[in-house]
């Protein structure tokens, strides 16, 4: 797994052993930032359920200005912060050992693009939607990775689905504010 392009371009990343993380497949890490590339430089993204930190980090070296990486898990924090430093874009970054959603509905932080990346078989995705979307820069993004047979509303508060693809057993969703 490697950074795709920008100031990090071909930096390899780590990855937790075992079933702990999903890194998310290459071809659909490409596919998600072919549909945002023009909308990420200066802005501030939120990593949820980082695993290894790549979305989050691929982001950052594409000229995002920051991003705060979510994960509960203490192995892949570890983690994240090698990619981070391997990348030279640790500086940039907040990476915080916390469960998502109760970091979600207690900060006071804003965004303009979240990535969400849940264990598959968890409702997470449809519990933190209505809390992210008022906490969404005007213009911002939310994007959720889940299993390709997942159904997720159409509309979140004033966020709607731009896009839905599948690939594979994945599928992305890609909400924006309407």
Known sequence: ??????SARGVRMETLEGEATRPTADRVKQALFNSIQFDIEGRAVLDVFAGSGQLGIEALSRGADNCIFLESNPDAITVIGKNLRAAKLFQKATVLTVDALAFCRRTNDTFDIVFMDPPYASNYVEELLPVLAPKMNVGGTIICETDA???????????VIARSQKYGNTRLWIYKRE
């Open 1 to 6: 797994m490697r950074v795709i392009t920008g």
């Open 149 to 159: 047979e997942k159904q997720l509303p159409e509309r979140v508060e004033d966020f």
